[in-house]
């Protein structure tokens, strides 16, 4: 169900918003996602305590999902609103398939998809190895949770002041470019504080500026996407970026599993649960060798260093690709600044006549 959630934000900001309200529309509509990821981090950890507790997450987490199926049976019921409110709206879109053809020739849309697809794609990985990260050095499920929340709230913050932003000066790249080499800063200073003990503080505040830059790439990117494959569907471009996103970050959750190795000792671990535990090895962020399913449980923590130092890495080169080969035409933008001077002089040309 996600790509029809996902891939509408931006159709929506077109249809029903002007230029100036349509990243703010695109945010708003976008950060449901994560807002949902947020709640989920910090309550999955007080759900599930048990093996039955899965049971109890699941249902819970249900009842959204189906209060949000009600909503969009009952709620919506026109495409787009009586007046345009836009001229690009009112443009007709290239179909489909013709679409397609045409993004495959655009050359910085390949570079957004990159940009967006490797930097949404670690954010979504370092969310859902947070807490193999942390664990061996003392941190616990519910404190990997409750910072994986700040990442995510501090982000909404940021997409937001963003897109007000981008909605009065429409600077997509610049803002782009500071958005990602922050992030990348903010990066490369968790993944050196999280390998050290009673460091929680400078986790947290890490992991916050982290979030605060990264997620503005939501707005910039969307709305980037929309500009530069104008007259193509507003789906079509938001779609690809997403599935991009999707794909590269569930190679990045599996890349976990080829750089990691075994930590031999560990003074503070929080990676194994004992003495009579009723919770399954499966539940455990840094299971690796069991030595029983339901009560006791002898985990090895896992050293993910690599990891991390591959991570920064890799953001610091999407950073250097957006920076010097991302070289965007705002198509949309232009068209309607062309149709809106050309209304100027028709509407000066008809007053001189009646002048006349």
Known sequence: AQPFLLFAPTKLASFWFG??????????ASIGNPLGSALAQVATP?????????????WMYTIPAALSFVLAMVAFWKNKPPTPPSQSTESSQEPFLKGIKQILINVPFWVLLLVWGGGAGLFSALLTLLPQLLCPYGYTNTTAGILGAVMLVSGMIGAALASILLGQTKMYKEVGVVTIGVAALCLIWFVEVARLEHQSVN????????????????PVCMELGVEITYPIGEATSSGLLWTASQLVGLVLVLLA???????SFVPNNQCSIGGGSSISSSLLPCAANTTSSAF???????????????????????????????????????????????????????NSKTSM
């Open 46 to 58: 007080f759900l599930v305590t048990t093996v039955e507790g899965i049971s109890t997450m699941t």
């Open 19 to 28: 230029p100036k309200e349509r990243a703010i529309c695109t945010t708003v």
């Open 296 to 350: 006791e449980v002898d985990t090895t923590p896992q050293d993910l260093t690599y990891l991390g130092i591959f991570y920064s890495s890799f953001v610091c080169v999407l950073f250097m690709l957006f920076l010097f080969l991302f070289w965007p035409k705002y198509k949309r933008l232009d068209s309607e600044m062309a149709t809106k001077k050309m209304n100027g002089v028709s509407g000066l040309f008809n």
């Open 257 to 263: 599993q080829v750089l990691q190795s075994p930590l």
């Open 203 to 218: 986790i947290a505040f890490s992991l916050c500026m982290f979030g605060f830059f990264a997620l503005p790439l939501i």
